[in-house]
């Protein structure tokens, strides 16, 4: 089957779609055309309770592509999606009833809430009874929800005005080259769909779901924009989740977007970190997520960051980091005994490329995986977040061999990590990293750059900060000196992306 090609509402081409256009812009919600259809037909040989309402009964369904759509790197055990029930109740106060139906009808498959793991009751769609088999390309629906009071309910819950300076240029300037995208890309969206029952889990197909869905909510424009200071802090919108594939196909009235990212971000968060904690803005960030806490923390932190022994041990460590060199760094000394697994020629150049193989824990999976590497930088990059999110009761066995080489690192480390005793406080060192970015990237940097140049346009991808080509250069040299200015001299190395 030929790829469809979507178009514009104004397009002379056909539209693969059912959309219902309205003067005020209207959340939209997106399915697979399968999925759809079986919907659509069983509701008229099966009837639905009486309050059913088509709308509703759309989004409830959508959000099994949505919500896995905005976690890229997630991978959901056997397609699985966990829902939260207060989120669902949120939007009709008896949306079981919805679920139920689905359930009826066999348009969906339910996992039961886990005592064990906490997990709220997951859904995935029931490709046995829409009969989903072969191979073809993707292809999805398009549905606008009309019903006033659901729309405010999600547009609520998808765009949060918490940047300002940021979310208002999510408009009808930024836009992608959908055409152009899907012909560049047309083998991510054709596969071999799964079979009627899940054997095993399929990421390849969660991500061409992932990949499709966020082309479409860009060419709809259907912006979000959440941050929620209970979790990470950073801002989620449209382009944090997009493939970087992607970037190329993006514009903003018609010019072409550029980035500056941050080399080695999350360990240069942590010599700001440990460099200064004692400063105002850091010690605030460190009070909000360890509250009582905090005083015995900084405590014992100052007394370990203070010996000879840490200073000596973190000098190379932090050069490294501020040079942007950290991976190489760990490749070289740390992990030198990490020896490629095999050598190959690149196709183009013939130029040799060493490939590295490890085996790493999926909490989604519940699966160890062998991951492949094309370098050791590549490796490296991933054995740095096991190494900040590992938890101490089972920690990775390359986290033993990095606490070997640098003891007292780790202890500051572990300090932050277990100040509470839950099974999840591990994750508190992660979070906090986040939130110091947060606060550099988001309430001080862009913030700054939008007071002086109210012109330019602006985003975020986590520690990116993006802008149009035209505005790149003075974007470049302001935030290095903005960095300069937060970080009081610990300026890290940056790295510019042009996204032609």
């Known amino acids: 089957?030929?790829?469809?090609?979507?178009?514009?509402?104004?397009?002379?081409?056909?539209?693969?779609?059912?959309?219902?256009?309205?003067?005020?812009?209207?959340?939209?919600?997106?399915?697979?055309?399968?999925?759809?259809?079986?919907?659509?037909?069983?509701?008229?040989?099966?009837?639905?309770?009486?309050?059913?309402?088509?709308?509703?009964?759309?989004?409830?369904?959508?959000?099994?592509?949505?919500?896995?759509?905005?976690?890229?790197?997630?991978?959901?055990?056997?397609?699985?999606?966990?829902?939260?029930?207060?989120?669902?109740?949120?939007?009709?106060?008896?949306?079981?009833?919805?679920?139920?139906?689905?359930?009826?009808?066999?348009?969906?498959?339910?996992?039961?809430?886990?005592?064990?793991?906490?997990?709220?009751?997951?859904?995935?769609?029931?490709?046995?009874?829409?009969?989903?088999?072969?191979?073809?390309?993707?292809?999805?629906?398009?549905?606008?929800?009309?019903?006033?009071?659901?729309?405010?309910?999600?547009?609520?819950?998808?765009?949060?005005?918490?940047?300002?300076?940021?979310?208002?240029?999510?408009?009808?300037?930024?836009?992608?080259?959908?055409?152009?995208?899907?012909?560049?890309?047309?083998?991510?969206?054709?596969?071999?769909?799964?079979?009627?029952?899940?054997?095993?889990?399929?990421?390849?197909?969660?991500?061409?779901?992932?990949?499709?869905?966020?082309?479409?909510?860009?060419?709809?424009?259907?912006?979000?924009?959440?941050?929620?200071?209970?979790?990470?802090?950073r801002l989620h919108t449209n382009l944090t989740n997009l493939p970087k594939s992607f970037r190329p196909f993006l514009s903003y009235s018609g010019g072409a977007m550029a980035s500056l990212d941050i080399k080695n971000s999350q360990p240069y968060f942590m010599v700001l970190l440990l460099e200064r904690y004692n400063d105002e803005k850091i010690k605030n960030i460190i009070q909000s997520i360890y509250h009582s806490k905090t005083d015995s923390l900084l405590n014992e932190l100052s007394e370990i960051v203070s010996t000879q022994e840490f200073q000596e041990e973190f000098k190379d460590v932090k050069e490294s980091i501020l040079s942007g060199t950290f991976y190489e760094y760990l490749?070289?000394?740390?992990?030198?005994?990490?020896?490629?697994?095999?050598?190959?020629?690149?196709?183009?150049?013939?130029?040799?490329?060493?490939?590295?193989?490890?085996?790493?824990?999926?909490?989604?999976?519940?699966?160890?995986?062998?991951?492949?590497?094309?370098?050791?930088?590549?490796?490296?990059?991933?054995?740095?977040?096991?190494?900040?999110?590992?938890?101490?009761?089972?920690p990775a066995k390359e986290y033993e061999v990095f606490k070997n080489h640098l003891p007292t690192l780790c202890r500051c480390m572990e300090l932050f990590k277990t100040q509470f005793d839950s099974k999840d406080s591990y994750k508190n060192f992660p979070k906090l990293l986040q939130h110091i970015e947060a606060d550099c990237i988001l309430d001080f940097i862009t913030t700054k750059l939008a007071e002086r140049y109210s012109d330019m346009p602006l985003w975020t991808i986590h520690d990116s900060i993006c802008t149009t080509l035209e505005w790149f250069p003075s974007m470049k040299t302001e935030s290095e000196s903005l960095f300069l200015e937060y970080s009081q001299g610990l300026n890290p190395k940056f790295e510019s992306e042009n996204w032609l």
Request: charged content about 25%; overall charge positive.
């Open 331 to 394: 490749g070289e000394v740390v992990f030198n005994e990490i020896k490629p697994h095999k050598i190959i020629c690149d196709d183009k150049d013939g130029e040799k490329i060493e490939i590295y193989k490890s085996s790493f824990y999926n909490r989604d999976t519940e699966y160890i995986e062998i991951k492949e590497f094309r370098g050791k930088r590549n490796l490296m990059k991933k054995l740095t977040l096991q190494l900040l999110y590992t938890p101490l009761k089972r």
């Open 1 to 233: 089957m030929k790829l469809q090609q979507y178009k514009t509402k104004s397009s002379d081409h056909k539209i693969n779609a059912t959309a219902f256009y309205h003067k005020d812009f209207k959340w939209k919600v997106i399915l697979p055309t399968n999925v759809y259809n079986y919907l659509v037909d069983m509701v008229e040989k099966k009837p639905p309770f009486k309050t059913f309402k088509l709308a509703l009964a759309m989004y409830y369904l959508s959000l099994i592509i949505s919500i896995p759509a905005r976690k890229k790197d997630k991978v959901y055990k056997w397609g699985y999606v966990p829902m939260s029930s207060r989120a669902l109740e949120q939007k009709y106060y008896e949306y079981n009833l919805y679920f139920d139906y689905f359930l009826d009808i066999e348009i969906v498959q339910k996992k039961n809430y886990s005592t064990f793991t906490h997990k709220s009751n997951s859904y995935r769609f029931n490709y046995s009874a829409i009969k989903a088999e072969g191979t073809e390309c993707l292809d999805f629906e398009i549905y606008e929800i009309s019903d006033k009071k659901l729309n405010e309910k999600i547009l609520n819950e998808n765009f949060s005005n918490n940047c300002p300076h940021l979310t208002k240029w999510f408009n009808q300037g930024l836009v992608i080259d959908f055409d152009s995208l899907i012909a560049s890309l047309e083998s991510k969206f054709c596969y071999n769909k799964y079979n009627t029952v899940y054997n095993r889990p399929h990421p390849m197909i969660a991500n061409v779901y992932n990949y499709w869905h966020s082309a479409l909510m860009m060419k709809n424009q259907i912006f979000r924009a959440t941050r929620d200071i209970n979790t990470d802090n």
